[in-house]
Structures are given as C-alpha cells and as structure tokens.
C-alpha cells in the first residue's frame, strides 16, 4: 500500500503543529525541535513540517511504499519517465533512515519516493550530493541529479 507524502517548510513550528494538529483532529506522530510529522489513515498521509527551510511553503511531495520492491517498481517508472533520477540506500532525513529514489518533474517541483526502514536520532547529515539550499529536506537540485545514479549507505540534509 503507498502513502502520499507532502512536506511543508514553516515560519513558527509551535503555531503550524496547534494549526495541523487542529485541522487533522490529531496530534503528531513525531515531533522534534525542527520538525513534526502526522502519519495518517484518513486521508492515507504522510504530512511533515519543519523549520529547515528557507521561506515557508512547498518544499517536496513523494510516496512512501511499504516495501523495497514497491519502490523498485516506481523507480522503474520514474526511469522510464526520462528523467534524472537519484537512487539512495539507507539514506537518513528527516528522523528516519529509508531507501529513495528522488525525480524532479518537468516544473522542477522534487518527488521522493521511499520505503523507511528504521528511525534516526538525528535529522540528516551532509551527503555527497548538493542538496536544495532551500529545502527542509535532502532534495537534490535539479541540475545536480545525474541521469541516473546509486548511492550506497549516504547521509543527506544539512
């Protein structure tokens, strides 16, 4: 089963958690000094925010899958779309550790699919890919994804 993911950057995390915890009728799943995330059934949603980000707004949105084959499967598809892809093993962001594969579509907008497989204590580390210096996570720039490329065991955010 996949979940749609959405990750928001914020100006005042205290506000945006009362403000989603509100319109969600759910406290967070995981709350950190910089980041919250709500893991949702109704709708099926991956929701986080965080402060890591340069100006509020949109930072990426993506599909969590359940298990390494499903994101074999779209990482399939996301190299049959012809664009550059960014394969990463074991990667940590956002407090948790996952296998991914990022895709920026025709607008530059960042795409994440990933399949988490364990959680981090820390939010990422710098990783050997340049990363948005305004995104909230470790999306790659646009112009930094090579066609298509795999990384092993990799670190990634700031």
Not at 52 to 62: I, N, S, T
Not at 93 to 122: L, M, N, R
């Amino acid at each position: 089963m996949k979940r749609f993911h959405v990750h928001l950057a914020v100006a005042n995390l205290e506000q945006s958690i009362k403000f989603y915890s509100t319109f969600f009728d759910a406290p967070p799943t995981v709350t950190k000094e910089d980041y919250a995330k709500w893991m949702l059934d109704d709708p099926r949603l991956n929701f986080a925010i965080s402060t890591r980000g340069r100006e509020p707004g949109l930072d990426h949105l993506g599909i969590q899958v359940d298990d390494g084959e499903a994101l074999k499967i779209i990482s399939t598809r996301l190299k049959a779309a012809a664009q550059p892809i960014l394969e990463q093993e074991q990667t940590t962001c956002c407090y948790a550790k996952a296998d991914k594969a990022w895709v920026h579509d025709p607008q530059g907008v960042a795409w994440e699919s990933f399949h988490t497989t364990d959680i981090a204590t820390t939010y990422g580390e710098d990783s050997d890919f340049q990363t948005q210096t305004n995104s909230a996570c470790c999306a790659p720039m646009p112009e930094a994804v090579p066609v298509s490329i795999s990384f092993g065991k990799k670190d990634c955010g700031k």
